[in-house]
């Protein structure tokens, strides 16, 4: 078997399908081909197949020893999406927008994880694999609600899904206390994203190095984009963006094309710095940023301080100090040195700051930019693309358009903007509503409906039904709770 994932901290080596059940790899890091810019892969053949092949081909080239991925492609995507292509790319003032949000549950995190469940049932029957996958899951409010509709009642499955209370969106929170199915769990806790993300991960330490789960028929893995594929299937849409420009006569196939990515743990970006790895033509890879604007200092400098204030947002799905992906960037960027990123890791967790050398700083600078957008200047990004241009967007997207801007006015290089849309904004009407109208009465749902009335864009049919479910979870944990929360769902004892 084709091993050839590595882990990002040096010690460990898997088959893409081994890679994609474990999540993370054992020594805490995480799963990467390191030599990605080196597998056979034809770019420019990808550009001519449509949406579906494109996934084909794709996930064929990053997850080798795949058998039948075409099934599972068709599987993953049929019937889920309001538009063929999936993810539709329109044009907005001058910048284009890649639209990600038309999938099941309105986020782009659809795209990915409507795939992964295929991708994790596919890996376990393959390898022979036997035991339960628990998939455990940390959520800044969309990756829950998108895992929890991949997931319900996947044989073979169990999923939990940790969100923090009251850090997510009242839309986003209804999305997930309601989820029906036999194999889900939704837990609230009192903390912000980052305590879910780093119980989830210690959890996984903890679990794992004392084999608790030996013998018990179960394992665990991730769908956060920590997991390989979860991050895989974001490729495509990078690759779809680029042929809707040769298609539609803006550009000749080789001419390069920027794409601006609301950034929070750095998976949509760094999959569209995969692509350009696999061949495609990406000029710069622009960070967007709100108030939590570590990245931002990060790319400009090679320091990564997290010693700051953790900002709740309208773009709360971005609200995030430590991004889980970076640490494959930081990989890549530093030669393949597991060593060195091992020791920035251990240097972020013991000191929540770590610098790196000049040489890493400008490998990551060739390929990367970083922007800012404030609360004030998302509101009018929102109020200033429906005034103009007729384009109702979300907070995240907005501070994609308003970076964009920024980016666009100092760069001048002319090359097609894209901006990643990653959000319905239905899933934020408050903060969309007070935006175009001044003002923002009533709950989410009437909320909604004065949107509906005063823009004419459909309510996707996911959230406008919300409001009749029955909220099915009410767990609340304290942060340190999370590992024995894991515990009971997985019925063993540590
Ligand atoms: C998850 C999410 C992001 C951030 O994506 P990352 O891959 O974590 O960088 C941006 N916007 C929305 C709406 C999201 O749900």
Redesign the pocket.
Known sequence: MNKCYKSTRGNFTATPAAAVLQGIAPDGGLYINPGLSEIDFDWKHCLTLNSLEKAEYILSALLPGYENMKELVVRAYTGKFETEDLTPLVKVGDSYVLELFRGPTS???DVALSMLPQLITAARAESGVKNEIVILTAT????GKAALEGFHDVDGTQIIVFYPDGGVSPIQRAQMVTQEGKNVHVCAVKGNFDDCQRGVKEAFAAINSSKLLEGSGKSLSSAN?INIGRLAPQLVYYFVAYSELVNNGRIKVGDTVDYVV????????LAGYFAKLLGLPVGRLVCAANSNDVLVDFINTGVYDARRPFMRTTSP??DILVSSNLERLLYLASGCNGEFVADCMAKLKSESVYTVPAEVTAAISESFSAGRCSEEETVEEIAKLWNNEHYLCDT?TAVAMSVAEKYRAESKTGAPVVVLS??SPYKFPGAVLKAISGSCEGDEYEQMNRINEITGVPIPRNLACLKEKKELHSDVIERDELLNYVLSVLDVKA
């Open positions: 986020a782009f995190k800044s409010g969309d990756t984009s609301p950034t929070g743990n750095f998976g949509d970006i799905s971005m995240h990653t959000a």
